[in-house]
């Protein structure tokens, strides 16, 4: 009896340490499916990145256009209204035209959210970076729509005070006509002008900020998933 009990103890032991193994081996399997979708995440993610990077970099070179046109009318806006007309329409035209929109590509980190593969990242410091990355852009667009505001009396100010007559393009996106007003720039207008500077200025911090960032972010995705 003792003989049939024990028999049927270690079959039951051997049933039992199958099941486990096998269950082991699923989740193990699972697992690595996962880690594999997660990597594939992160390499659409890497993309993703070098796309903010060209978009930034071309963002960065539009506003820094901007900000050396505006320095120029803010130091000799009486000289360029007496004697270089074609200049300040010119000159404004390029401001008018350094307004930038940052397009924010969430989905393929909201993919890793919202399906838990944040969580299989090794490298806390990255998920971090990751997430501070998104969670920037919209300060981005904030940014952008202070410039906008201000863009948009400049523009205004360009369409009263420039010839619609084309002396030539201004390598933007557009032509410029000389300044045919016989009224100077406004102290509002110039204050205007000084204020978008600004606001570009601090915005071309944040870019280059947010390319340093980009730039270490790849390279720890990288390292994730070699």
Excluded: P, W
């Excluded at 002008?193 to 270490?216: C, H, M, P, W």
């Amino acid at each position: 009896m003792k003989k049939h009990i024990f028999k049927y103890l270690i079959e039951f032991l051997v049933v039992v340490s199958g099941i486990i193994i096998s269950l082991n081996i699923e989740k193990g399997k699972a697992l690595d499916y996962k880690n594999e979708l997660k990597n594939q995440s992160l390499r659409r993610l890497i993309k993703n990145i070098d796309q903010d990077i060209s978009d930034s970099k071309l963002n960065k070179k539009i506003h820094l256009n901007g900000i050396k046109c505006s320095e120029r009318i803010l130091n000799n806006h009486e000289f360029l209204f007496d004697s270089e007309k074609d200049s300040l329409g010119y000159y404004l035209s390029v401001i008018s035209y350094s307004e930038t929109v940052f397009v924010d590509n969430q989905e393929e980190y909201l993919t890793l959210r919202n399906s838990g593969f944040l969580e299989l990242i090794d490298d806390d410091e990255l998920v971090q970076l990751i997430q501070e990355k998104y969670s920037k852009h919209s300060f981005y667009k904030t940014i952008e729509n202070y410039i906008g505001k201000q863009n948009n009396i400049i523009t205004n100010l360009v369409l009263e005070k420039t010839s619609y007559i084309s002396r030539g393009t201004n390598n933007f996106f557009g032509t410029y006509g000389t300044y045919e007003s016989k009224q100077k720039l406004s102290n509002y207008e110039l204050n205007t002008i000084r204020r978008k500077k600004v606001f570009s200025e601090f915005y071309i911090a944040q870019i280059n900020t947010g390319l340093k960032s980009d730039s270490l972010l790849i390279s720890k995705i990288k390292k994730e998933i070699e």
